[in-house]
């Protein structure tokens, strides 16, 4: 759809289609606000889509984004959404070579079945003991701050009282979760386990005196106050799709090629001009949402841009004939990759990746995770590839920032693939490689993206999949009253850099539109 011709005064106009934008325009235009949308790319959904990446193969994957966790069901049930995910009954399998033979930890099944996971691994139940202790205080945290992200932003103290556990606030908001881990865990592998939930997305080491592995890890284990990581029914892109329907149904105007060029503000109103195809145009409006990065919001309204963020991942799709076997025959593969498969992740292996990242190198042993999708949700496989018993695979590296593939990002990204999935082949009893299915054109189903091919493709500054370090979920100086205000009246962030971002949330596009309609204009 086109935006109107001419210049036309709206009560909104969001820059930017993705999740969060679309969010935004649902509300406001349900709560009867004027709403136009305006997204560069000739498609919505920004990283939460559902794409066919692969040359005549009917499989639809969630390309960027994959699970989900921070997604209120507020806003599900708000909006009408005509959406599902599904909870995964097996959290995690992390394969590992202990005393010359393969083993690993499966976590999930079940409560015993996990503690005799353990019991094997470590040969003691202390590990599991420690385990539960610590995830039932998480638990509590969740319990306690998620309800507040759809609220008017908590102040720092408030939100203390809120979580009203001064051990849990000690180690998850004042000390480096490292010294939390190393003071519970004494298993290098369960340590490891424990801190990946800490660097998603996020480049730290486990001290890192700046906390931002705490925030990635807060973010990681409050979602529904359970901190569960959920499978989307029909792909990231279903979410999406149902968004985009909520809001047009509710009149809300979807222009899509339709790219944001300047934001002009006098405080009461604001102009927005945009490009398409056939020249430029401007869109009136009394709020502008801003469904970008802090540094795209600052180039809109010719502010002085912040530093650069950076990403730190590999992100890479997998088609496959079969599950590969594993070296540890104990677990069977189609509960070991239905979870979150740890590859190379345990804590002094995480140490040394970060180290040589650090030092401007490649790491040695790169860390990913995997999982399937089509093992929770076959829905996403055409019917005879669901038949023939393909299956996806999506991998998430870390440990990778931008600066290592600013030399030669093909040569680079080629370099940590051929890595990772050594590490991974470490741990199969057949080669990845012979497990790949073909495209119709006889090539390995199988696509990586680095951070700067992220940043080309979606405008995620540096590749960062927060548009910059995550924010503590409380009011800190200038955040405002919702953690989407800016210096310009009238013109909200309302993307994964606002406070409370990150993730597929739909948080700061909820946000974005409680602040205009508390702002009382019709």
């Given at each position: 759809?086109t935006?109107p011709?001419?210049?036309?005064t709206y009560d909104?106009?969001?820059?930017?289609g993705?999740?969060?934008g679309?969010?935004?325009a649902a509300?406001?235009?349900r709560?009867?606000?004027?709403?136009?949308?305006?997204e560069?790319?000739?498609?919505t959904?920004?990283a939460?889509?559902s794409?066919r990446p692969?040359?005549?193969?009917d499989?639809?994957?969630?390309?960027y984004?994959y699970l989900?966790?921070l997604?209120p069901?507020?806003?599900?049930?708000?909006?009408?959404?005509?959406f599902?995910?599904i909870?995964?009954?097996?959290?995690?399998y992390t394969p590992?070579e202990?005393?010359?033979?393969?083993?690993?930890?499966?976590?999930g099944?079940?409560?015993q079945?996990?503690?005799?996971?353990f019991?094997?691994?470590?040969g003691?139940g202390?590990?599991?003991?420690?385990?539960?202790r610590?995830?039932d205080?998480?638990?509590?945290?969740?319990?306690?701050v998620?309800p507040?992200?759809?609220e008017?932003?908590?102040?720092r103290?408030?939100?203390r009282?809120?979580i009203?556990?001064e051990e849990a606030?000690?180690?998850l908001?004042e000390?480096p979760l490292?010294?939390?881990?190393e003071?519970r865990f004494?298993?290098?592998?369960v340590r490891?386990v424990?801190?990946t939930?800490?660097l998603i997305?996020?480049?730290?080491d486990?001290h890192?005196p700046?906390?931002?592995?705490n925030r990635?890890?807060l973010y990681h284990?409050?979602?529904?106050?359970t901190g569960?990581?959920?499978?989307?029914?029909?792909?990231?892109?279903?979410?999406?799709?149902?968004?985009?329907d909520a809001a047009r149904?509710?009149g809300?105007?979807?222009?899509?090629?339709h790219?944001a060029?300047?934001?002009d503000?006098?405080?009461r109103t604001?102009e927005v001009?945009?490009?398409?195809?056939?020249?430029e145009?401007?869109?009136a409006?009394?709020h502008?949402l801003v469904?970008a990065?802090?540094?795209e919001?600052?180039?809109?309204?010719g502010?002085t841009?912040?530093?650069?963020?950076?990403?730190a991942q590999?992100?890479?799709?997998?088609?496959?004939?079969r599950l590969p076997?594993l070296r540890?025959t104990?677990?069977d593969?189609?509960?070991a990759?239905?979870?979150?498969f740890?590859?190379?992740?345990?804590y002094?292996?995480?140490a040394a990746?970060?180290?040589q990242?650090t030092?401007?190198?490649?790491p040695?042993?790169?860390?990913?995770?995997i999982y399937?999708h089509?093992?929770?949700?076959?829905?996403?496989?055409?019917?005879?590839?669901?038949?023939r018993?393909?299956?996806?695979?999506?991998l998430?590296?870390?440990?990778t920032?931008?600066?290592?593939?600013?030399r030669?990002?093909?040569?680079v990204?080629e370099?940590?693939l051929?890595?990772?999935?050594?590490q991974?082949?470490?741990h199969?009893a057949e080669?990845l490689?012979?497990?790949?299915?073909?495209?119709?054109?006889?090539?390995?189903?199988?696509?990586a993206r680095s951070?700067?091919?992220?940043?080309?493709?979606?405008g995620?500054?540096?590749?960062?999949i927060?548009?910059?370090?995550?924010?503590?979920?409380?009011?800190q100086?200038?955040?405002?009253?919702?953690g989407?205000?800016?210096?310009?009246a009238g013109v909200?962030?309302?993307?994964a850099?606002?406070v409370?971002g990150?993730?597929?949330?739909g948080v700061?596009?909820?946000n974005?539109?409680m602040?205009v309609?508390e702002a009382?204009?019709?």
């Open positions: 759809m935006a011709e001419g210049t036309r909104a106009v969001i820059v930017g993705g999740h969060n679309l969010v935004a509300y406001l235009a709560a009867g606000r004027s709403v136009l949308v305006l560069r790319l000739d498609h959904g920004g939460a889509v794409t692969f040359t005549g193969v499989a639809r994957l969630s390309r984004s989900v966790s997604l069901r507020k806003i599900v049930r708000d909006l009408g959404l005509d599902r995910r909870t995964r009954t097996i959290s995690s590992v202990r005393d010359g033979r393969p083993t690993g930890l499966l976590v099944g079940g409560g079945r996990t503690r005799e996971a019991a094997r691994l470590t003691s202390s590990e599991y003991r420690a385990w539960q610590f995830y205080m998480t638990g509590r945290v969740a319990r306690g998620f507040t992200l759809t008017p932003l908590p102040t103290g408030e939100l009282r809120t009203d556990d606030w000690r180690t908001f000390e490292g010294v939390a881990v003071e004494a298993d290098d592998l490891g424990v801190l939930d800490a997305g996020t480049f730290a486990a890192d700046s906390l931002k592995q990635c890890f284990v409050v979602g529904g106050g569960a990581w959920d499978v989307p029914v029909g792909g990231m892109g279903a979410l999406t799709d149902a968004l985009a149904a509710a809300a105007v979807i222009a899509t090629g790219e060029v300047r934001v503000t006098d405080g604001a001009t945009h490009r398409t195809a056939d020249g145009g401007v869109a409006a009394r502008v469904n990065s802090p540094r919001l600052a180039r809109l309204t502010d841009p912040p530093p650069r963020a950076e990403g590999l992100k890479v799709n997998m088609l496959l004939k076997r540890d104990s677990v593969p189609r509960e990759f239905a979870g979150t740890h590859i190379a992740e345990g002094g292996q995480l990746a970060h180290a990242a030092a401007g190198e490649l040695a042993v790169p860390p990913s995770e399937c089509s093992l929770t949700d076959p829905t996403i496989l055409g019917p005879d590839l669901a038949a018993g393909h299956q996806t695979l999506t998430f590296g870390l440990h920032p931008a600066r290592l593939f600013e030669d990002n093909d040569a990204r370099e940590l051929k890595s990772t999935l050594a991974l082949d470490a199969l080669p490689a012979d497990c790949l299915a073909t495209d119709a054109d006889g090539r390995p189903c199988l696509e951070p700067l091919d992220l940043e080309r493709d979606l995620l500054p540096g590749g960062n927060f548009h910059r370090d995550l924010s503590w979920p409380h009011a100086e200038g955040t405002g009253r919702w989407v205000e800016t210096r310009h909200l962030l309302c993307g850099g606002a409370r990150g993730g597929v949330s700061p596009g909820h974005a539109a602040a309609l009382g204009e019709a």
